[in-house]
């Protein structure tokens, strides 16, 4: 139950571990969903949506990507409403893992704005992909920092709900060995200020079945200093794809 609970708010804060962090977009009409990534639409040459449409009812989010072809670069434009599943997990006994009510108040309303630069340059067999950005939070009233989860990944991904913003930078490299199957390596870092810096690095193998489907299995490194210590932590990965045209 308590991995059940950690997978929902993994997703709820950092967006997954979407393999699709680069400057390219789905393909006019193309749509791609996972079972831990975002639904993924390709509107137009230039725009892709995306949401988590089962997280849509408890944490409302949407993103927008969009491609400016005279400067080669693309901007991400994401908004996360994450109140009202905190508000489940804010309980005590087996569906708790935040701070309860009695003890600190009700989670207050927390609306996430994080704004991202990609920019991607293309080597034979490899794609490099270099991005930064800015996330910050608007909340409704002051946040009583029991209220933070302290665990590596979730901690810093709700960074800007205590510091009202953070930000983001890091580079990816993916490499093509054949039609069908790529490696992707990237490495991030998270600055929260009047924190220190958190370190995330991925590395995943993704293998297309058919033109439909596809398979992703990695693994992930976080390293950090946590309120609780130093900590280094290695989390697997895997997921299925499935795009479709319509």
């Known amino acids: 139950m308590r991995i059940l609970k950690l997978t929902v708010l993994i997703l709820l804060v950092s967006n997954g571990f979407t393999s699709s962090e680069s400057a390219y977009l789905l393909e006019k009409g193309d749509h791609e969903i996972g079972l831990f990534q975002p639904l993924r639409w390709g509107y137009s040459e230039n725009i892709e949506f995306s949401t988590h449409p089962i997280l849509m009812f408890t944490v409302p989010n949407f993103s927008v990507k969009v491609r400016y072809v005279n400067c080669g670069i693309t901007s991400r434009h994401r908004f996360v409403y994450p109140t009202p599943l905190m508000r489940i997990f804010q309980k005590k006994g087996m569906f708790g893992l935040i701070t309860p009510v009695a003890d600190v108040g009700e989670v207050p309303h927390i609306f996430v704005f994080q704004n991202e630069l990609f920019k991607s340059i293309s080597l034979d067999k490899t794609l490099i992909t270099l991005k930064g950005g800015i996330t910050f939070a608007i909340v409704s009233e002051k946040l009583d920092e029991r209220l933070s989860v302290d665990l590596p990944i979730i901690y ?32 991030d870092a998270v600055i929260i200020p009047t924190e220190d810096i958190f370190w995330e690095s991925k590395l995943l ?24 210590g130093t900590q280094t932590r290695l989390l697997p990965l895997i997921d299925i794809t499935y795009r479709w045209t319509k």
Do not use: H, W
């Open 156 to 187: 810093p991904a709700m960074g800007e709900f205590f510091n009202g913003y953070k930000f983001n930078i890091g580079a990816d490299a993916r490499y093509n060995v054949s039609d069908q199957f790529s490696v992707l390596l990237d490495g």
């Open 205 to 228: 193998g993704e293998y297309q079945l058919n033109d439909k489907c596809g398979i992703l299995l990695g693994t992930k490194l976080t390293y950090g200093n946590y309120p609780f």
